[in-house]
Structure formats: C-alpha cells, structure tokens
C-alpha cells in the first residue's frame, strides 16, 4: 500500500493542495482535487536534484 503525504504548503481550505509519496524507484506527485487523473513519477534523483534548486531561490 502506498502512503500519500500533503504537503506542508498545501492550503487548509480546499484550495491548492499537492501529495507525495515515496516508493523504493521514484517520487510521485498528484492533485488532491483530481487524484483520478493519476499522478506524475520522477526519479528519486531528480526529486533531490529539485528540491535544491528550489532551496536555491
């Protein structure tokens, strides 16, 4: 079973909301409003690689 985390800076209200979860390959991201609509899977290394670009900023 996979476990989905929201993210931190996920609004409270509804509003834009974004989870992750881990798996041994690769990172996967989805929309909580449309979780339907599957998610996107990216490398673990290029999630690491994101990130620090993002802390960068």
Same mark, same amino acid.
């Given at each position: 079973?996979? %476990?989905?985390? *929201? ?5 409270? +209200?509804?509003? +834009? &909301? @974004?989870? @992750? &979860?881990? %798996? !041994?390959?690769?990172? *996967? @991201? $989805?929309? %909580? *409003? +449309? $979780?339907?609509?599957?998610?996107? /899977?990216? !490398?673990?290394?290029?999630?690491? /690689?994101?990130? /620090? ?5």
């Amino acid at each position: 079973m996979e %476990t989905w985390i *929201k993210s931190s800076y996920s609004q409270g +209200n509804g509003g +834009n &909301c @974004v989870e @992750v &979860c881990e %798996t !041994p390959e690769n990172i *996967k @991201v $989805r929309d %909580t *409003k +449309n $979780r339907h609509l599957g998610h996107l /899977a990216v !490398p673990s290394s290029e999630w690491v /690689a994101f990130l /620090a670009d993002i802390d960068s900023l």
